[in-house]
């Protein structure tokens, strides 16, 4: 009989991390999606800006062509528009990338389940 009560409480520590191992799975499972997701809308958003960006910079391009009647004036112009970005950008990187990825991945890593 105290076998029988052994091998109960066996088989229901076992059922009991089956079921956790397979909610640890949906749960991995939940987050990877979440965050798959969200770079995906991340991609598209950094492709739509970059399209838009280059066809601002076109337009701007073309009116300082117009304006200083010099094709090299207006890209050098531009150039110089664009690296300015990129290193404002650069030197910002921290409070506009590194900073708000970390906080999502962890809020979504560490969120206490409902």
């Known amino acids: 009989m105290e076998e029988n009560k052994y091998k109960q409480i066996i088989?229901?520590?076992k059922q009991s991390a089956k079921?956790?191992?397979e909610y640890s799975?949906?749960?991995?499972?939940?987050?990877?999606?979440?965050?798959?997701s969200r770079g995906i809308?991340?991609?598209?958003?950094?492709?739509?800006?970059a399209c838009a960006l280059f066809l601002l910079e076109w337009?701007?391009?073309h009116w300082l062509v117009q304006l200083t009647g010099h094709l090299w004036?207006?890209?050098l112009v531009s150039l110089a528009i664009l690296v300015v970005l990129l290193l404002v950008l650069y030197?910002?990187?921290?409070?506009l990338v590194?900073?708000?990825?970390?906080?999502?991945v962890t809020k979504l890593m560490l969120n206490p389940e409902d």
């Not at 799975?25 to 798959?36: D, N, R």
């Not at 590194?98 to 999502?104: A, C, L, Q, Y």
């Open 59 to 61: 337009g701007l391009t």
């Open 41 to 49: 809308i991340v991609l598209m958003f950094i492709i739509f800006a």
């Open 25 to 36: 799975k949906l749960t991995l499972a939940e987050k990877l999606s979440i965050l798959l």
């Open 98 to 104: 590194i900073n708000p990825v970390t906080r999502f």
């Open 73 to 75: 004036v207006g890209v």
């Open 91 to 95: 030197g910002y990187r921290k409070q």
């Open 19 to 21: 079921i956790e191992l």
């Open 11 to 13: 088989e229901s520590l």
